[in-house]
Nanobody
Framework: QVQLVESGGGLVQPGGSLRLSCAASGFTFRSYAMRWYRQAPGKERELVAFISSSGGSTNYADSVKGRFTISRDNAKNTVYLQMNSLKPEDTAVYYC?????????WGQGTQVTVSS
């Protein structure tokens, strides 16, 4: 059974940091590129960050570039999103995603709220 379980969300003040984790099971994690998406209330889901299967290539949305860092540990079947200098507009439910040409897996999401 495929599972992606996000954790690490919460309430943080503007300028603060959070580290999201996504633990994967039920598929060959090291073979999949991984992505973090987010969805704010009333908005479409948007791609935040991408990391290749080996971890050698990453890419970010312009809105988070320089503040967020995606990484992975293939030995632990886990992908991370380090979020620094958080802004109120980063408030959203954050989802991890694993996809290839045949499969597309989603986690249940973790809420991140940036507010004073």
């Amino acid at each position: 059974q495929v599972q992606l379980v996000e954790s690490g969300g919460g309430l943080v003040q503007p300028g603060g940091s959070l580290r999201l984790s996504c633990a994967a099971s039920g598929f060959t994690f090291r073979s999949y590129a991984m992505r973090w998406y987010r969805q704010a209330p009333g908005k479409e889901r948007e791609l935040v960050a991408f990391i290749s299967s080996s971890g050698g290539s990453t890419n970010y949305a312009d809105s988070v570039k320089g503040r967020f860092t995606i990484s992975r540990d293939n030995a632990k079947n886990t992908v991370y999103l380090q979020m620094n200098s958080l802004k109120p507009e980063d408030t959203a439910v954050y989802y991890c995603n694993a996809a290839d040409i045949r499969s597309n897996y989603w986690g249940q999401g973790t809420q991140v709220t940036v507010s004073s």
